[in-house]
């Protein structure tokens, strides 16, 4: 289905006018005796206008629950159970107390390849803020990537990552000691990792063990990232290596959950002969 000027918010001004997203009335009804449930329906209805137009609705006021109710005639369970859908699409972000709204278009990396140097390409600004530095013991599972003596001290760096001016992630970094004597204050206030990582080695990395996961955000990092205590945030833990095999760095990056993704592009192992891997 194309989906008409008149079902689109005019403008990004629209969003502080709390103007709508999309209009109800443009959108096809619900089919009530077809095998998709109601809530899938409804989901893939709310979500025509926004498809292939989210950076130019971003931000833009969803209709209400009441709003939904009223005109598809469904229950209030079933308009949640489908703006859940639309969340977890990474299509329409909730604000407590403040309503639905379209999200800005998730971003994805491809891990092959540096973040930094991929928005650059893609002409995004990335910018970085340094929060700390210091000497630490890091904890043990830091001590042992990094292949440390017990109670040995390491520099610890912490920065915020900016992207088009807004922050979207916390930078947590463990250098051993043969790579932060090289390190140098403006190098942590203006270079992403890979490039840091080959200016003070004169060689990039030759290897990265990446770990992705999601976790709640805690009050400090939810804070600093601008959202909510126990909002899903998305975390890759990883420890980069020299083409010797030393261990160079140890750190985890954590990013808004609804608005990243990363893409995996992997050759699969052939199973080993007479049996099965």
């Known amino acids: 289905m194309m989906t008409t000027p008149d079902a689109l918010c005019d403008s990004p001004a629209a969003a502080s006018a709390l ?7 443009a959108l096809p009804p619900l089919e ?18 926004i498809r292939g137009a989210q950076a130019a ?11 939904c109710m ?19 699409a990474g299509l329409v972000t909730r604000g407590r107390g403040k309503g639905t709204f379209v999200a800005p278009e998730r971003l994805n990396h491809d891990v092959s390849m540096a973040f930094e140097d991929e928005m650059r390409a893609a002409r995004r600004s990335i910018r970085f803020h340094l929060l700390l530095r210091r000497q630490e013991v890091p904890p043990e599972r830091v001590r042992n990537r990094l292949q440390l003596e017990p109670g040995q001290a390491v520099e610890y760096a912490e920065r915020l990552r900016f992207l088009d ?3 979207f992630a916390f930078e947590q ?3 051993t000691p043969h790579v932060s004597r090289h390190v140098s204050q403006a190098m942590l206030e203006e270079m992403a990792i890979i490039s840091l990582l080959g200016a003070a080695m004169g060689a990039p990395p030759a290897r990265i063990v990446n770990t992705v996961r999601c976790l709640p955000a805690d009050a400090r990092v939810g ?39 990363f893409t995996l ?13």
Do not use: I
Request: proline content about 7%; some cysteine.
């Open 19 to 25: 103007r709508p997203a999309l209009v109800l009335r």
């Open 32 to 49: 009530p005796g077809n095998s998709v449930p109601l809530h899938l329906q409804l989901a893939d209805r709310l979500a025509m206008p």
């Open 57 to 67: 609705l971003a931000g833009c006021a969803m209709p209400t629950e009441t709003q």
């Open 70 to 88: 009223a005109h598809f005639g469904v229950s209030r369970p079933t308009v949640r159970q489908a703006m859940g859908h639309l969340v977890a």
């Open 165 to 167: 001016g807004e922050v």
């Open 173 to 175: 970094r463990w250098f």
């Open 223 to 261: 804070k600093l990232l601008g959202v909510g205590r126990s909002t899903a945030l998305l975390e890759t833990e990883h420890t980069y290596y020299a083409l010797s095999g030393a261990p160079l760095l140890h750190g985890s990056v954590r990013f808004h959950g609804e608005r990243f993704e």
């Open 265 to 277: 592009d992997s050759e699969l192992r052939q199973p080993l002969a007479g049996g099965v891997q």
